[in-house]
């Protein structure tokens, strides 16, 4: 241990309570600064992951087409000059098939679906409800979500062998008091089809579960009365986060407007950025206490131990060996409460994790969700570092300024 570590560790054993109090506020600055992003990530994680589930990653849905305008060329000449002069989107897909074996060949595609989408109304033995259907090819569209995991009553093989099948949302289901095997009526632009119940399916999110109806696509084509095209098509990428640089690039080679999951979703996902950054920035006050807290401890030992100071300088010790002294005595308190404080986040992110909260509406949970990640470890250190030392290096500073002589002769300001 040098000199310097050792009259810091001295000094600071004379201060027992007020030390205590500023690694008390460490601690809990670091712990609670962990366990709330870990919180508020853990949510946005599950969001995300139930809306790549749904949605995949990437839609294709409208075509661009460049619209031109016409200028004469010349006073008196019956030559024309056409001119770019914008862009509008035909609703819908027109070649699917052409469109997914283009896509298939990039390297980031896991799996492309086309997806046929109209409102409907159905009809139960009990009520009516509005509703849409989506026509999809039932093994594509499973490798572009989570559909299989999602079913809670029947079975998609059932849906596989029959034609006249459907996979129905849950809260839709019980809207209309159906259950797996029951039959229904669809209505759509003048044309009724009748429909069973081959699964039903739960994703969490509610806006799906009460709407969405999956048929066959031969089915819903001849329901919608649309032989050919796509709604859109639906894309999974192996490295969902690589998702608008994706998009991009097939905008540009398809001509067709391409969504990423980052700008449908950009709304849900600013109030969670929104909601992570106000949670840290409210626990941070615990690091400002501490803080505070090492500036009033330093300040008064500085005050107490003037004579020793004079004395380390007549033997001497330099005014950095001062500062060092004093900076020492902040970083042990650091150490200590940033050692600890991530402990206390770590115990107390597993017992959040594990608290009853049932929630159904953007996802379906029964518990907390908590995300696991080093970067709020780091987060909350390093921000306890930034604090804390600033606030030591005043105090710290201002005892190297002291001169044994003005200490003996009691001017030492």
């Not at 690039?249 to 969504?259: A, C, N, R």
Request: charged fraction near 20%; proline fraction near 2%; hydrophobic fraction near 45%.
């Amino acid at each position: 241990m040098s000199p310097n570590l050792r009259i810091a560790y001295r000094f600071l054993t004379a201060k027992k309570r007020a030390m205590l109090m500023s690694l008390s506020c460490t601690i809990l600055g670091v712990g609670l600064f962990i366990v709330t992003q870990a919180t508020t990530s853990g949510f946005e994680a599950f969001f995300i992951e139930t809306i790549l589930g749904i949605n995949g990653a990437i839609r294709i849905e409208d075509k661009i087409q460049d619209t031109m305008r016409s200028m004469e060329a010349a006073s008196g000449s019956d030559f024309q000059v056409r001119q770019r002069e914008g862009q509008k989107y035909i609703e819908g897909v027109e070649e699917p098939q052409q469109i997914i074996s283009v896509v298939s060949e990039f390297a980031n595609v896991r799996g492309a679906s086309a997806v046929l989408r109209g409102n409907v109304q159905l009809t139960s033995s009990f009520t009516t409800k509005d509703a849409q259907v989506f026509g999809i090819n039932l093994e594509d569209h499973l490798r572009v979500s989570n559909l299989a995991e999602k079913i809670t009553n029947g079975s998609l093989d059932e849906f596989r062998g029959s034609p006249s099948g459907a996979l129905v949302g849950r809260v839709l289901a019980d809207y209309l008091q159906l259950g797996v095997g029951e039959s229904f009526v669809v209505f759509s632009r003048g044309e009724s089809r009748r429909f069973h119940v081959s699964a039903i399916y739960e994703t969490g999110y509610r806006d799906v579960d009460k709407a969405n109806v999956y048929l066959h696509l031969s089915e819903a084509r001849s329901l919608l009365r649309k032989p050919t095209g796509a709604t859109f098509i639906q894309i999974s990428l192996y490295d969902s986060n690589r998702a608008p640089g994706e998009a991009a690039h097939l905008e540009e080679v398809l001509h067709y407007s391409v969504k990423p999951w980052q700008v449908r979703e950009q709304t849900w996902l600013t109030a969670f950025r929104a909601l992570r950054i106000s949670s840290a920035i409210t626990v941070t006050v615990f690091t400002l206490i501490a803080s505070l807290a090492m500036f009033n401890t330093l300040a008064m030992i500085v005050l107490e131990k003037t004579k020793d100071i004079a004395i380390l300088r007549s033997m001497g010790y330099e005014r950095r060996d001062i500062t060092q002294i004093f900076m020492w005595q902040a970083g042990i308190v650091l150490a200590i409460g940033a050692a600890l404080g991530a402990l206390f986040g770590a115990g107390v992110t597993w017992a959040v994790g594990r608290v009853p909260l049932p929630i159904n509406g953007i996802f379906k949970t029964e518990t907390f969700v908590v995300a696991w990640s080093a970067r709020h470890y780091v987060e909350a250190v390093a921000t306890a570092i930034v604090m804390v030392m600033v606030a030591s290096l005043v105090p710290a500073r201002r005892a190297a300024r002291l001169e044994p002589g003005d200490i003996i002769r009691g001017t030492a300001q």
